[in-house]
T-cell receptor
Framework: EAAVTQSPRNKVTVTGGNVTLSCRQT?????MYWYRQDTGHGLRLIHY???????QIGDVPDGYKATRTTQEDFFLLLELASPSQTSLYFC?????????????FGEGSKLTVL | QEKVQQSPESLIVPEGAMSSLNCTFS?????SIWWYQQHPGKGPEALI?????GNKKEGRLTVYLNRASLHVSLHIRDSQPSDSAVYLC??????????FGLGTTLQVQP
């Protein structure tokens, strides 16, 4: 049974559109992360959280908002989507701090912005 | 800016051979180095981590860390076609986050 579940798995929107990517983890982990993966750039951290109501800025946060509503649920919001945000997005969770605790990834959400 | 660089970009080995992947990192204070495996259409999965200088073995995997040269290597003994995947090296950054390399694509030919 998947411990980190993302939805939707595929999404197509137009420039200026609103998109919400959802992530739920059943690992009882405190830390959750949103990454984007692009050819030539690898995995880059957008936002992360170490508990409900907490939000930390990652390395590429521009154009993204995030919200952690419960320990299990972490959302990534694109309020005015742009073609540069076309990417493969991964959610992950970890029991400890990101550099020492193992990350458990979801299967990804492919977003296309036309 | 903290960086993680991996080599080679791609590697083809015959079934049963040893696969050797390399990674250099820029932050000498990195507490941990991780290797993740990513199959097409899937999220990365952690394979092995190392925190101290030296080597660590888990099954067919051996990882070597040399903090003086900021170098870590992953060796897969008796490589199998199912090992074909992208391998990501990641190092802990100053801010407590993982910095990922671009990956090495491994293809094991039957």
């Amino acid at each position: 049974e998947a411990a980190v579940t993302q939805s939707p798995r595929n999404k197509v929107t137009v420039t200026g559109g609103n998109v919400t990517l959802s992530c739920r983890q059943t690992n009882s982990h405190n830390y959750m992360y949103w990454y984007r993966q692009d050819t030539g750039h690898g995995l880059r951290l957008i936002h992360y959280s170490y508990g409900a109501g907490n939000l930390q800025i990652g390395d590429v946060p521009d154009g993204y908002k995030a919200t952690r509503t419960t320990q299990e649920d972490f959302f990534l919001l694109l309020e005015l989507a742009s073609p540069s945000q076309t990417s493969l997005y991964f959610c992950a969770s970890s029991g400890g701090r990101g550099d020492t605790g193992q990350l458990y990834f979801g299967e990804g959400s492919k977003l296309t912005v036309l | 800016q903290e960086k993680v660089q991996q080599s080679p970009e791609s590697l083809i080995v015959p079934e049963g051979a040893m696969s050797s992947l390399n990674c250099t990192f820029s932050n000498s204070a990195s507490q941990s180095i991780w290797w993740y495996q990513q199959h097409p259409g899937k999220g990365p999965e952690a394979l092995i981590s190392i925190f101290s200088n030296g080597n660590k073995k888990e099954g067919r995997l051996t990882v070597y860390l040399n903090r003086a040269s900021l170098h870590v290597s992953l060796h897969i003994r008796d490589s199998q076609p199912s090992d074909s995947a992208v391998y990501l090296c990641a190092a802990g950054g100053n801010t407590g986050k993982l910095i990922f390399g671009l990956g090495t694509t491994l293809q094991v030919q039957p």
